[in-house]
Structures are given as C-alpha cells and as structure tokens.
C-alpha cells in the first residue's frame, strides 16, 4: 500500500476524550490503536473510534497540521469533529 499521510482524531465516545495522531498509513494506524497495540495515552483512555481525518500530500504538511490542531482548544476540535461527522460515527469502516 502507499504511504498517504493523514491526521486523524481518535475518541473515547462521543464528546469524550481525544486523541490526535499523525500517520503514513491510517488504517493500520488506527487498528493498531484499535487492538490496544500502542501503549500509553490512547490505550490507557480508550480512544478507538476514528471520529475524524484529513488526508495530506506530504508528511511534512501532515505532521505541521497535527500541530495546528493540538495547539487549538478542545471546543475547536468538537467543531471539527462535528462539521466531518455529525453523528460522531466511527469511521474506520469507511476508511478500510
């Protein structure tokens, strides 16, 4: 598979807690926090529903994005979610 760079927000449940990561590969990357396969943060709060993503041309762009959106507020990320995905669906099927 090709790499494709991409940010993503994972949560716990809806208007729960938050995880953002950067990825070259995001299904992977996202069963991998699924199955409890990356420690801390994620496994320890249980964010396993891909409730958000952007896809980006390069790494350089994605990992530039990934910080623009940590250093914004968590009503700012709520809003994201919220405009990609109303329902705060899980969206890893999609993805697949």
């Keep these: 598979m090709e790499k494709q ?3 993503y927000i994972l949560a716990s449940q ?3 807690t938050l995880y ?3 990825t070259s590969n995001l ?3 996202v069963w991998e926090h699924k199955n409890d ?3 801390g943060f994620s496994c320890r709060y249980g964010t396993h529903m891909l409730v958000y ?3 980006l041309d390069t790494m350089d762009a994605a990992i530039t994005r990934e910080k623009q959106i940590k250093a914004g507020s968590r009503a700012k990320k709520l809003r994201m979610i919220e405009s990609m995905n109303p329902e705060w669906n899980d969206l ?3 993805v697949l």
């Design 53 to 55: 993503y952007e896809l």
């Design 92 to 94: 890893y099927d999609g």
């Design 27 to 29: 299904v992977k990357r």
């Design 20 to 22: 953002v990561g950067v």
């Design 37 to 39: 396969q990356v420690g």
């Design 5 to 7: 760079p991409a940010i």
């Design 14 to 16: 809806r208007n729960g």
